[in-house]
């Protein structure tokens, strides 16, 4: 069975290991350092007990910034990544939220077109952004109810 539910601290192992196997973006001392920042939220996606996608998302007022969002590679390509993103923008809509925010690396073209399929355009760059001297591409969606 699929759900989503909110992960708490005592999941940091859990969201450090995908992490880890995914995009190795953060340290096990960050993981945690997100769970205590002022209005940050943190989803994840199961399939049974097998956590396979989480999403880590800001919301300041009435906007919200994706900080952190990957599927298991084992089970890419097959819509629950799209699952995962259709509850983050319902859950931005019930918040009230205007604008959804990211940062996807200019090397990261399947990223950039998933996105692309959410309506998120390019409104910016942030050059030589990533470890990898990358670009970031900054991308915005419009959320109307």
């Given amino acids: 069975m699929i759900s989503i539910k909110r992960i708490n601290e005592n999941d940091i192992d859990l969201c450090y290991e995908l992490d880890l196997n995914t995009l190795s973006l953060w340290t096990k001392k960050q993981w945690g350092s997100e769970f205590k920042k002022q209005g940050t939220k943190i989803v994840g996606l199961l399939i049974d007990n097998l956590l396979i996608g989480v999403c880590v998302f800001q919301v300041v007022l009435d906007e919200a910034q994706i900080n952190y969002f990957v599927v298991d590679q084992k089970f890419r390509k ?28 200019r090397s990261n073209v399947i990223g950039q077109k998933f996105y692309s399929r959410f309506d998120f355009p390019t409104v910016g760059v942030r050059k030589n952004y990533y470890k990898d001297g990358s670009d970031a591409l900054l991308k915005e969606k419009k959320i109307t109810k």
Avoid: T
């Fill in 78 to 105: 097959k819509g629950f990544g799209s699952y995962l993103m259709n509850y983050l923008i319902k859950q931005c809509e019930k918040l009230n939220v205007k604008k959804l925010l990211l940062e996807v690396s």
